[in-house]
């Protein structure tokens, strides 16, 4: 649930910040995504043994900075131009969607190995 966080997270932001305007490319917010790889988990047992995913960081996209030339723009550098962030908002709703949606598939599956468990510690107990 840790890397569903961080991708919503991730995706908030950039679109927080996709119609910041800068005077300078440096400046610019540039999209950010994280780096996910499979871990092994360590701690179950070999009989529950299986694969998560751990964030091993979060890259700024080298997609390239929108440049507008837009004179009358305080922002505006001394050529007149200012920049926009490298955010494409449709990826970002879909990215979105698709954290929140694996979030929540990630809830209900904790919650029922809950009740799982639960069931069998009654069965255990005579129940």
Known sequence: MGAESVRLN?????IANANSVSSSYEETYKARHPVFAAALDQASSDMTKGAGVKVLGIVESTKPLMVEYA???PLAD???YIYKPNVNIVEEMADMLSASKGYETNVQIADTTKRIFRRVLQLGQGQ
């Not at 991730?10 to 950039?14: F, G, I, L």
Request: overall charge neutral; cysteine-free; hydrophobic content about 20%.
């Open 78 to 80: 001394a050529n007149g």
């Open 10 to 14: 991730t995706t908030a932001s950039n």
């Open 71 to 73: 004179p009358g723009n």
